[in-house]
């Protein structure tokens, strides 16, 4: 369905220089300097994936999304999606994909939440009967009865991010090319927001592509994550193989009734002691928790065992790392 080949995209930015006499000669000549944003990438994407697209700040994510929307024009390489070239085609292509970056916004700031739909349903011509249907669909599901009256200046964060998924849902795109779609979100709307993309892929097999930092979101949402960093692509892979091959630790917690007898146990270290409560890293290449629980038993008189995975974050830092990004 997408399929990106050797994408290159860089910026010209004009060098600041320091002192009076350098900013009085920029004012005749401007020196540039040249940002490689993105640096030949290729990927391809099925339809119905959902794909977490991550990177640290200015690895060029964003970068990314705006050429596959055909929002900036790449320097080189090619991109297909569903047949047309986002940037070249863009009248016939925006009727199939639905864009939320979540820095900025797509409504009509001063007029109700409710007129926004209506002038995006002239806009992308949406039939009177489908536009009913989807609308109320979307109203139900991301519960935006109570605020369709509403000027979306006087949303909240998180009302607005509601209306915005709305609003590039109503022409039922193919694709959902989803910016941030959670940045600033309370815990309950987070959910709400993750379990509806998970509805729409589901039920509409809308293919969606996520940029995030909140690797919750990845958990939830994404089988697949493309790993950019400085413009190039570094990993492209299932979430699972990531965690077997990075996931190399677990985290035991055990409480015990107090004693100054050391904990040693082969393949595991001491994270942290207090009174009656030890926290432990066990690599798993050399013990098994199985043993290492035995073996605490005998060393000391167990209350409560907690056993932990390394968190997706753990996981990712230690991608980065490898990268060195
Ligand atoms: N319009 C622009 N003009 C000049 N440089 C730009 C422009 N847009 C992006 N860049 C540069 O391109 C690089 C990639 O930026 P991009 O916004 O794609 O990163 P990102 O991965 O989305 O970052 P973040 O996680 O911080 O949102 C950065 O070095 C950024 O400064």
């Known amino acids: 369905m997408i399929s990106v080949e050797g994408l290159s995209k860089s910026f010209q930015v004009a060098k600041r220089s320091k002192g009076l006499g350098q900013a009085f000669k920029a004012l005749f000549v ?42 900036l024009v790449p320097d080189s390489g090619s991109c297909s999606i569903m047949g047309y070239t986002p940037w070249k085609e863009r009248t016939a292509y925006v009727k199939h994909i639905g864009v939320v970056f979540g820095q900025r916004s797509q409504l009509w700031w001063d007029v109700p939440v409710i007129d926004s739909f209506e002038l995006l349903k002239d806009i992308y011509r949406i039939p009177a009967a489908s536009y009913r249907a989807t609308c109320d669909l979307l109203i139900e599901a991301l519960d935006l009865q109570g605020i369709l009256h509403t000027p979306v200046r006087q949303l909240s964060l998180g009302q607005r991010m509601r209306c915005e998924i709305a609003a590039s849902l109503l022409h039922s795109p193919d694709i959902l090319f989803l910016d941030e779609p959670t940045i600033g979100l309370d815990a309950v709307s987070k959910i709400a927001v993750r379990q509806f993309i998970q509805t729409i892929n589901k039920e509409r097999g809308v293919t969606v592509i996520l940029t995030t930092h909140d690797m919750n979101d990845i958990e939830a949402l994404a089988s697949r994550i493309l790993l950019i960093g400085k413009g190039s692509l570094l990993y492209d892979g299932r979430l699972g193989e990531l965690r077997a091959r990075f996931g190399t630790h677990k985290t035991i917690t055990v409480d015990y009734r107090e004693t100054n007898r050391p904990i040693a146990i082969p393949g595991v270290t ?37 056993i932990e995975a390394q968190s997706i974050e753990e996981v990712i830092v230690r991608l980065y790392k490898e990268h060195q990004i």
Do not use: C, W
């Open 270 to 306: 001491l994270l942290s002691r207090t009174p009656g409560r030890a926290v432990l890293s066990v690599d798993m290449e050399r013990a098994r928790i199985s043993s290492v629980i035995g073996e605490l038993s005998e060393q000391v008189d167990l209350l409560d065992v907690a």
């Open 30 to 71: 401007r020196e540039h300097t040249t940002v490689q944003a993105i640096q030949n990438i290729s990927f391809s994407i099925p339809q119905g994936e959902i794909v977490g697209y991550i990177g640290p700040n200015g690895a060029g994510k964003s970068t990314t999304i705006k050429m596959l929307s055909g929002i």
